[in-house]
């Protein structure tokens, strides 16, 4: 679990300890129950290391709720209060409303961050493949192909790859690839022995 | 449907809302954290981890 976002130093400094010594509400609420209320974190025995610690540091009652869409545990939304005892009943079902509201809307974001990634990916790909086939005289479906077979032998994700090609205006060099250099000159370059083979299959 | 049900209900749609502008991940979790202190009275800091694995 990693924390993503704070409204104060304090909160994050709280969750990532939390991460560290894998122990305490947030990382419960994940993982076992979905709500868990300390309301006086001094004198709460449940999470022995980290209580006492964020306590000392000002930390006086949390309330962790785990946060799902339908698919998927998304994470824990931790709500800390100054002081012991300050989460009421009232508190706690507005919480929880909340914090059903923040799972959609999360999941919902999630949904089309990736689907915009996605989309930019595919534009990628495709100015790529038009380059390689320009360059090398390929169909379209040998070009990509040639992305693919390229992306399998350097282990580079085709998006990533069809970057590079746009940047090189041509299929980086695979000894260069594994250097850890593409930057180099490749009027010589030709399709090598994958996409030829592609020109078979096409 | 009581009074007190209608505004709770008008201004729960009203966070949702909000919530849902910036339809990107990383503005919307710090929304989420930043809007909880004002939703939630006893709330005095908020922090959202999430699930890597």
């Given at each position: 679990?990693s924390t993503v976002a704070s409204s104060s130093p304090s909160a994050r400094r709280w969750d ?69 005892n300050a989460f009421t009943a009232d508190d706690v079902d507005l919480a929880l409303i909340y ?104 | ?53």
């Open positions: 679990m990532e300890l939390q991460h560290t010594l894998q122990q305490g509400p947030c990382v419960d609420a994940v993982w076992a129950d979905d709500t868990y209320l300390a309301k006086d974190l001094a004198h709460d025995p449940r999470w022995p290391q980290w209580s006492p610690r964020v306590a000392a540091q000002g930390a006086g009652s949390v309330l962790a709720i785990r946060l799902a869409s339908p698919d998927e545990t998304l994470g824990a939304l931790n709500m800390y209060a100054d002081r012991a914090a059903s509201h923040a799972a959609d809307a999360m999941s919902t974001a999630k949904l089309l961050t990736g689907l915009r990634i996605a989309v930019k990916s595919r534009h990628h790909i495709g100015i790529a493949q038009g380059i390689l086939m320009l360059r090398y005289d390929l169909s379209q479906e040998q070009a990509f192909d040639t992305l693919r077979r390229y992306s399998s032998q350097t282990n580079i994700k085709i998006r990533d790859l069809a970057e590079l090609v746009i940047e090189t205006r041509g299929l980086p060099d695979l000894e260069i690839l594994e250097r850890g250099d593409p930057t180099r000159d490749h009027d010589a370059d030709l399709p090598d022995s994958s996409a030829q083979e592609s020109t078979s299959t096409g | 449907m009581s009074s007190d049900q209608h505004s709770s209900a008008a201004f729960f749609a009203a966070v949702s809302k909000d919530l849902m502008q910036p339809g990107e991940a990383g503005l919307t979790f710090d929304l989420v954290a930043k809007e909880a202190i004002e939703v939630v009275p006893a709330c005095d800091h908020c922090a959202f981890s999430l699930r890597t694995r």
